[in-house]
């Protein structure tokens, strides 16, 4: 009984009820699937037309080669034969993925060692770098290769020379203006008015200098808000365009910025009036001269510039063999210090050559520096220390570090008031005050706020604190009326 669609014994037996013919279950039922009828005729046929056949289970017979020893052992030979093919087959693949191993690590020994050359040669050129900047110029510059520093013109240099003169006579005199907040009044300081403005990843505030009535604030999204301190409302918002990462109230109305892109932008009355692009990276500190007259910025790129307020140009630029993180002018004008990331130091230069004075070892990267308006003082902080550092302009060396302020958490920035009594310092556990007691030469932390805070300024009289978070929340901490 064989199937009579492939011929062998089935094993699944099953029979047409119209032909009587035999089949495999299987074959038929996937024949009549597809086609409908039966095998070898024009009859319809279904799977209910099959009748199953039981029959006992067929033994196959062996092939006609393994019916004899030796047709078993030429079988057994033959698997011999294909086993040790495929054994050589297998040795050869082997042999060929070790070469082609054997060069690919070769490749990669020869990339890393290319790779390394490259970042050597990349670490040299940045050190060139140092003394020679290229920048590509904007508005009325044009391109410049600066090697050695360059000194202020006639006309500014003499402005500095009346502002230092000016200003350094009028201070031994100057006394405490009867109008300022005590020790007392800072003491009892709390937090009066908060505003959250629409500014995220806030960088920046700066209070107006005329009176204090304004604050601006900026941050990484290029929005600039500008916060009513008297009315503790928000006044107005523009954009400008770039992300901002500080800001300085110049005189009158207008207000100048640093990007990450390295521009210098000045903007009145929420107008962009010029853009000054002196630096091959992010302007990261911007300082005005005493006079009014000068505008400093520092970067990333090692470049100190300084620019002609009046018309809105580069008139100096002087080098730094580490990039820079902060500046500041001396309360007379005539020094301008700037901090740096690499080498951890405050280094102070002329503000006429760009010539570098002197320099004070911090130890870590500078975080923010401010000078006091005793003229002999210049405090600064390193990121993600808890301390201060006070330096005297008079002394050299260890001689030169008068004082250090442990604060107790990470600082961020610093504030000194005018009258140079309170140090101001803020940090993301809150803001804090330091009392400088002229009549006991002693230090003493007189306010203790948990603010927390990117930056902040004091307001007008020292009546006030101003400050911003990263969020771009605006808390002005002061004594209640």
């Not at 009145?268 to 002196?278: D, F, H, I, Q």
């Given at each position: 009984m064989l199937c009579a669609i492939s011929g062998e014994a089935p094993e699944v037996p099953v029979v047409s009820k119209k032909t009587g013919t035999v089949y495999e279950k299987r074959l038929i039922e996937k024949y009549i699937e597809e086609h409908g009828k039966e095998?070898?005729?024009?009859?319809?046929?279904?799977?209910?037309?099959?009748?199953?056949?039981?029959?006992?289970r067929v033994v196959r017979p062996r092939p006609p080669t393994l019916t004899s020893i030796p047709a078993l052992l030429a079988t057994f030979q033959n698997e011999w034969d294909s086993l040790a093919l495929e054994t050589y087959?297998?040795?050869?693949?082997?042999?060929?993925?070790?070469?082609?191993?054997?060069?690919?690590?070769?490749?990669?020994?020869?990339?890393?060692?290319?790779?390394?050359?490259?970042?050597?040669?990349r670490d040299e050129a940045r050190q060139s770098l140092a003394s020679v900047t290229v920048t590509a110029a904007s508005g009325g510059d044009t391109d410049s290769m600066a090697v050695d520093n360059e000194e202020l013109p006639s006309a500014l240099s003499e402005v500095v020379d009346e502002t230092h003169k000016t200003l350094s006579k009028s201070r031994k005199k100057r006394g405490v203006p009867a109008d300022w907040a005590s020790n007392d009044d800072v003491a009892a300081f709390e937090p009066v008015a908060s505003e959250d403005l629409p500014v995220?990843?806030?960088?920046?505030?700066?209070?107006?200098?005329?009176?204090?009535?304004?604050?601006?604030?900026?941050?990484l999204d290029g929005t600039v808000a500008i916060f009513a301190v008297a009315a503790q409302k928000l006044e107005r918002t523009f954009e400008v365009g770039e992300p901002v990462t500080t800001a300085l109230w110049t005189a009158g109305t207008r207000i100048v910025f640093g990007t990450t892109k390295g521009a210098v932008?000045?903007?009145?009355?929420?107008?962009?009036?010029?853009?000054?692009?002196?630096?091959?990276?992010?302007?990261?500190?911007?300082a005005v001269h005493p006079s009014g007259r000068i505008l400093a910025s520092v970067g990333a790129d090692k470049t100190i510039a300084l620019y002609d307020l009046d018309n809105g140009t580069r008139v100096s630029r002087a080098h730094?063999?580490?990039?820079?993180?902060?500046?500041?002018f001396h309360p007379d004008g005539h020094l301008l210090a700037a901090g740096t990331s690499t080498t951890g130091e405050v280094q102070v230069y002329m503000t006429k050559t760009g010539e570098l004075a002197t320099s004070?070892?911090?130890?870590?990267?500078?975080?923010?520096?401010?000078f006091s308006e005793n003229g002999y003082w210049i405090a600064a902080t390193a990121k993600g220390q808890t301390t201060v550092t006070i330096f005297d302009l008079r002394k050299e060396g260890d001689a030169a570090t008068a004082k250090v302020l442990d604060i107790g958490s990470a600082v961020s920035a610093?504030?000194?008031?005018?009258?140079?009594q309170f140090l101001a310092t803020a940090g993301p556990a809150g803001l804090t005050v330091q009392h400088y007691a002229k009549s006991s030469?002693?230090?003493?932390?007189t306010l203790s706020s948990a603010t927390p805070a990117v930056a902040v300024q004091w307001g007008a009289h020292a009546k006030q604190l101003l400050s911003v978070n990263a969020d771009g929340v605006v808390t002005v901490v002061g004594g209640k009326e």
């Open positions: 095998p070898g005729t024009d009859a319809e046929l279904d799977v209910e037309d099959l009748l199953p056949l039981k029959a006992g087959t297998l040795q050869e693949q082997l042999a060929q993925t070790r070469m082609e191993l054997a060069t690919a690590l070769y490749q990669h020994d020869a990339a890393i060692r290319v790779i390394a050359r490259v970042t050597k040669e995220s990843r806030a960088t920046s505030i700066n209070v107006e200098s005329a009176d204090g009535q304004y604050a601006a604030i900026a941050g932008k000045i903007y009145e009355a929420g107008a962009e009036v010029a853009t000054l692009k002196s630096h091959a990276g992010a302007v990261t500190g911007l730094s063999t580490s990039s820079l993180t902060s500046c500041a004070f070892v911090l130890g870590a990267p500078v975080q923010a520096l401010v610093l504030s000194w008031d005018y009258s140079g030469k002693k230090w003493s932390q």
